[in-house]
Structures are given as structure tokens and as C-alpha cells.
């Protein structure tokens, strides 16, 4: 299953997703429900930039924030980050947050599953070899 439909199945669950972009770290989109990129581009170095801010807010915590929320009157704004893949995703006004970030973080779990991102991709065949070699 790829990013655009692991985003179709998380659309189906959770009713209370409109739109919603998975992006590396680098910021770069692997899928989206928005129909045209640049506006989900600029979605994902939002929701990344957002990320970064929060986390400044408390320096002295020894690892980066995983999920956050921003609400406002037409709706919210929740992200997810695990490892090096991220999920941002607007709601209709007042979401059932909770369900929500279960949901993100399901989606971005089965991905990761199913297309593991590069760095764990390397480790993996770097294990691999280093078995094979021991043989």
C-alpha cells in the first residue's frame, strides 16, 4: 500500500479527516489527498514548520513532540510525526482530537509497514549484509 492509499483508507475511517498529506522530513510530500501539489506542498511545510515551532517552545525535552493539535473556529489542524514521516490532517470544528490522532498514527504505522523510510530501509539491509556475512 502506498502513501495516496493509505490516505484513501484513512478518509474512509475517520469522517472527521478532510484533507490530509504525509511528508518526510525533508518536507517532501509522499502523498496527499489534496489534488494539487503545490497547495499540499505548501500544507506540508506548514504543518512542518508548525512541528518546529512547538518543539522550541521546550528545549529541555529530550525528544521532539509527536503529535500536535491547532484549532480554530472552522475547524483543526492535527499532526502526527513518527521517525522520519509525518501526517497533517484538517478537521470539521471540534474533532474527537483523541480518535483523530489514533487514526493519523494508524495510517502512518501501516506505511511504514508496508514502505519503511529510507534510513530504516538502510539499517535493515545493512543488518542484513552484516548477517550474511556471519554466516
Known amino acids: 500500500m502506498d502513501a495516496r492509499q493509505s490516505l484513501e483508507e484513512l ?3 475517520s469522517t472527521q479527516v478532510q484533507e490530509a498529506v504525509i511528508f518526510g522530513a525533508d518536507r517532501s510530500v509522499e502523498g496527499s489527498t ?4 503545490g497547495r499540499a506542498a ?3 511545510e506548514a504543518a512542518a514548520r508548525l512541528l518546529e515551532s512547538a518543539d522550541k517552545v521546550r528545549p ?5 513532540l509527536v503529535q500536535l493539535e491547532a484549532s480554530l473556529d472552522v475547524g483543526s489542524v492535527a499532526i502526527v510525526r ?3 514521516r509525518a501526517i497533517a490532517a484538517t478537521t470539521h470544528p471540534e474533532p474527537t482530537i483523541g480518535l483523530v490522532f489514533y487514526d493519523l498514527r494508524t495510517c502512518l504505522r ?3 509497514v508496508e514502505q519503511p523510510a529510507p534510513k530504516r530501509r538502510a539499517k535493515r539491509a545493512a543488518q542484513e549484509e552484516a548477517g550474511a556475512a556471519e554466516a
Do not use: G, H, V, Y
Not at 529541555?60 to 521532539?64: A, I, L, S, Y
Open 11 to 13: 478518509k474512509r475511517i
Open 42 to 44: 505548501r500544507f506540508a
Open 60 to 64: 529541555d525535552w529530550e525528544k521532539p
Open 110 to 112: 501501516e506505511l511504514a
Open 82 to 84: 513518527e521517525r522520519d
Open 34 to 37: 489534496i489534488d494539487d501539489a
